[in-house]
């Protein structure tokens, strides 16, 4: 849908704007859904890697993932 569309790069954006420390590890949180693991996917593994980001993924038990690329 558009609309986690929208809201997943808005994150990624607040976020990037926030990134004042480079000693601090930087994530992103989305609930575990197959769209937003396919939206992190689609993001350019380049940009996660010089960013130093990972994503954690909340399953609705609370397991967290954190996944690297």
């Not at 769209?35 to 980001?53: H, N, S, T, V, Y």
Request: with cysteine.
């Amino acid at each position: 849908a558009p609309m986690q569309n929208n809201y997943f790069v808005g994150v990624i954006g607040e976020l990037l704007q926030r990134m004042g420390d480079e000693k601090s590890k930087h994530s992103l949180a989305f609930p575990d859904l197959p769209k937003f693991r396919r939206l992190w996917i689609e993001l350019p593994a380049l940009a996660k890697r010089r960013l130093g980001l990972t994503c954690l993924f909340v399953s609705p038990d609370h397991y967290v993932a954190e996944v690297l690329e």
